[in-house]
């Protein structure tokens, strides 16, 4: 009888030890991934965006987004320094953190990812495209907003 019980009350402890992280890691497996896409410069051909989000719980935002260079020169310009598509996020005051897919002297066809885990910045994500030469923004498209 000593046998029995002693095998229930450790066959009890092992479930419970083997419960506590399964149920943490679900937690984060639940949060579903969604794609977005990053508006293009009106009139310029030159940089497409897009990426995913995942919200893994109210404080947390998972995201990632890709840029290519679709062209080789900005319209009415020299040859373009740089290209990307830029993620900002915002908590419910209104700061804001960013994570960019940047491709620094690039050719057509060149891409670029980037990934970042932001904390405390989970309330609104909005995106955009940009192109710029020796350290200035020449174009920017629309900001869209994703959530």
Excluded: D, E
């Amino acid at each position: 009888m000593l046998r029995r019980i002693s095998t229930i009350l450790a066959s009890l402890a092992m479930i419970g030890l083997c419960a506590l992280p399964a149920s943490a890691a679900t937690s984060a497996a639940h949060a579903s991934t969604h794609k977005f896409t990053v508006p293009t410069m009106t009139h310029h051909n030159i940089v497409t965006g897009w990426g995913t989000y995942q919200k893994i719980n109210a404080l947390r935002v998972r995201v990632h987004v890709c840029a290519k260079q679709t062209g080789g020169q900005f319209a009415g310009g020299g040859p373009t320094f740089a290209v990307g598509a830029v993620v900002v996020v915002s908590n419910a005051a209104g700061a804001t953190k960013n994570v960019g897919a940047v491709i620094i002297n690039g050719h057509r066809g060149s891409n670029v990812c980037a990934n970042l885990t932001f904390t405390f910045f989970s309330a609104h994500l909005k995106v955009y495209t940009f192109a710029g030469n020796r350290g200035r923004i020449l174009a920017k498209s629309a900001i869209k907003k994703i959530y």
